[in-house]
């Protein structure tokens, strides 16, 4: 089994990815070009994490069978008709990674937590493609949650309305970045979900209003129609190809399906023949999943999955769970960088910000807003990264940005705004500076850069220009400096 899910980890960094779309996952599947590079390191990491898994089968055997209850949970959850809950879309590309994490349980989140509804319109819900343009070499190309969580947590998160649609462009407007910058996550975790241990956490999470994010193998899943009108059950999951992620959005602990054909519908039997009876023989319990494919798929875009495919996974993701919260207050940054720039290649960019005295020709404080950063952002906990964060793009050394032009979506310079609250204490002057990492070229000009401050509400205050502008960037890169 070892080798197995050392196998399955190393698909994910060197082959095909997550997400899928039907028709783009066939080129994505043929092609799996555009990978960045597997960072030093990494075969030490995934054997690390495979000791902790396998901690986690240890664990898992002591499990018995029973409803899994007794967390005063109700029997039932469905989150699809709160009116915070955002509706069911198809995905553009292979964004579902950014749906999952973004449109679907980030909205639900900051709109539940306010009392507001996420039906009105696309200004009522947050925008998938920003993060997508900046982490997806193309539209075939995959991404991970996690990434999505980290870049929203630095930048926050546009609104459908304005990014209504996926492209490689990013979006353009400095207002719009200020905007965004005030929507971010609080905090987000993952949730083991392999053994009936983990149920009553991952029932309660949903019962107190927190859709879920889950991962499987999508491809040559099979599914079924429920009698009685119920829906469509997902009876099994694929067990080769890239993983896709798709949403919970609650759960139903009699919702079940007869699998080893003895005309009844069990828990306490032992199906699969192991010796013992643990999730993968229960035969009732099933999550309401919620696919970024849309309404087309299933039963208006929506399946239930038995609790018991997490135990019969061989997929490391699909033995966690993702949930992410709002930030409770809008709070807007204090100092953004606004750069108006047009460059033939990102993907190389790094962007540092930094401040220093009056008279000071070096400064003595600097940030690099992501993505346009050197270092790895940090994990959210202590321990040792998860099958669903150990490939995440921001885990490497960046700049985080997926290749392509900078520049607006029409083409042109775009205009950015970068979070660099961090530099606020400082007084004196601003320092700016543009390099190319790893060996890459910077192209083309910056033709305005200013830091500006705002104030509480997100209003402009100030704006400091850099001098020296328009000017064509230097190669290996360059420095403006403010009065
Ligand atoms: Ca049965
Ligand atoms: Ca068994």
Not at 293 to 300: L, N
Not at 323 to 338: E, F, N, W
Request: proline share 8%; glycine share 14%; charged share 20%.
């Amino acid at each position: 089994m070892s080798v197995s899910v050392f196998l399955y980890l190393a698909r994910g960094v060197s082959g095909t990815e997550k997400g899928d779309d039907p028709a783009a996952g066939r080129r994505k599947l043929a092609g799996g070009k555009g990978r960045a590079p597997v960072w030093p390191g990494l075969r030490a990491v995934a054997w690390t994490l495979l000791a902790g898994l396998g901690g986690l089968t240890m664990t898992s055997c002591r499990s018995t069978g029973g409803s899994g209850d007794g967390t005063g949970t109700p029997p039932n959850v469905d989150l699809t008709v709160k009116p915070w809950f955002p509706p069911v879309v198809r995905q553009q590309g292979n964004s579902c990674a950014q749906q999952a994490g973004l449109y679907y349980l980030l909205t639900a989140e900051w709109n539940r937590q306010r009392g507001l509804s996420s039906r009105h319109s696309p200004a009522s819900r947050l925008s998938p493609y920003q993060s997508y343009a900046m982490l997806a070499d193309n539209q075939a190309a995959g991404t991970h949650v996690e990434d999505g969580w980290q870049l929203a947590g630095s930048m926050g998160v546009p609104l459908e309305s304005e990014v209504p649609r996926g492209g490689s462009a990013l979006m353009h407007g400095f207002d719009k970045y200020v905007r965004a910058a005030s929507r971010k996550p609080d905090r987000w975790q993952y949730w083991p979900m392999r053994a009936a241990g983990d149920l009553p956490a991952v029932r309660k999470l949903l019962a107190s209003g927190h859709p879920l994010a889950c991962d499987f193998q999508i491809r040559g899943a099979k599914l079924v129609k429920l009698p009685d009108g119920r829906g469509t059950l997902v009876k099994e999951w694929g067990t080769t190809g890239p993983g896709h992620t798709m949403v919970y959005a609650g759960y139903d602990e009699l919702v079940g399906w007869d699998f080893n054909g003895d005309g009844k519908i069990t828990n306490d039997i032992d199906i699969n023949g192991d010796g013992r009876v643990t999730l993968a023989d229960w035969e009732r319990g099933a999550f309401l999943m919620v696919n970024p494919w849309g309404p087309g798929w299933a039963t208006g875009g929506k399946a239930w999955v038995p609790w018991r495919t997490h135990a019969q996974a061989g997929w490391p993701r699909a033995w966690e769970v993702a949930s992410v919260t709002a930030a409770s207050s809008d709070k807007p940054p204090r100092l953004m960088l606004k750069l108006l720039i047009q460059l033939r290649d990102r993907g190389s960019l790094i962007i540092t910000a930094g401040t220093g005295g009056r008279e000071a020709t070096r400064p003595d404080r600097t940030v690099q807003p992501p993505p346009f950063r050197a270092i790895p952002l940090p994990l959210t906990h202590s321990g040792t990264p998860g099958a669903w964060e150990v490939f995440a793009r921001t885990r490497r050394s960046g700049p985080f940005l997926a290749s392509g032009p900078l520049a607006a979506p029409g083409g042109g310079p775009v205009e950015l705004g970068l979070d660099v609250s961090d530099l606020e204490k400082n007084e004196g002057r601003f320092f700016l500076e543009l390099s190319a990492a790893g060996g890459g070229a910077l192209d083309g000009t910056l033709i305005k850069a200013s830091v500006v401050t705002l104030d509480r509400s997100g209003r402009v205050k100030e704006e400091i220009p850099f001098t020296d502008l328009p000017a064509r960037v230097p190669r290996s890169g360059g420095r403006w400096v403010s009065p």
